[in-house]
């Protein structure tokens, strides 16, 4: 680390337009990041992640109830793996990932 104020910082990229991610699936993160999911309804959406595949580590959980938007969102360092699942209920769950970069 050099003096104060030359060491590089992160920032946040663009959020990743590519293909929809999917509930109950498991992906590898590309660089560091964040993932955000929103689901509508009652239910228990969880998140998961670290070194394992299928990740075991829950970082974040977050219960709805009917006629409500809950969210999550979870911290992901490169390399490790990550899920969004939910638990209870069948409704929609958007998941979005935005890295950091250099």
Same mark, same amino acid.
């Not at 337009?17 to 560091?32: C, E, H, R």
């Not at 409500?68 to 638990?87: H, N």
């Given at each position: 680390?050099?003096?104060?104020? $030359? %060491? ?13 991610? &999917?509930?109950? $699936?498991?992906?590898?993160?590309? =660089?560091?990041? /964040? &993932? &955000?999911?929103? =689901? ?7 998140? *998961?992640?670290?070194? /394992? %595949? ?6 974040? !959980?977050? /219960?709805?109830?009917?006629? $409500?938007? =809950?969210?999550? !969102?979870?911290? &992901?360092?490169?390399?490790? *793996? ?9 409704? %929609? $769950? ?9």
């Amino acid at each position: 680390m050099g003096a104060r104020g $030359t %060491t590089p910082r992160k920032r946040l990229g663009d959020w990743d337009a590519g293909a929809p991610y &999917v509930k109950d $699936t498991v992906y590898q993160a590309p =660089s560091d990041g /964040f &993932v &955000v999911a929103q =689901s509508n309804g009652n239910g228990n959406t969880v998140g *998961y992640t670290d070194s /394992f %595949t299928p990740p075991t580590t829950l970082r974040q !959980s977050n /219960f709805g109830s009917p006629g $409500t938007i =809950s969210s999550i !969102s979870l911290p &992901v360092k490169k390399g490790e *793996y990550w899920e969004v699942a939910r638990l209870v209920g069948g409704t %929609t $769950t958007t998941i979005f990932w935005i890295p950091l970069e250099p």
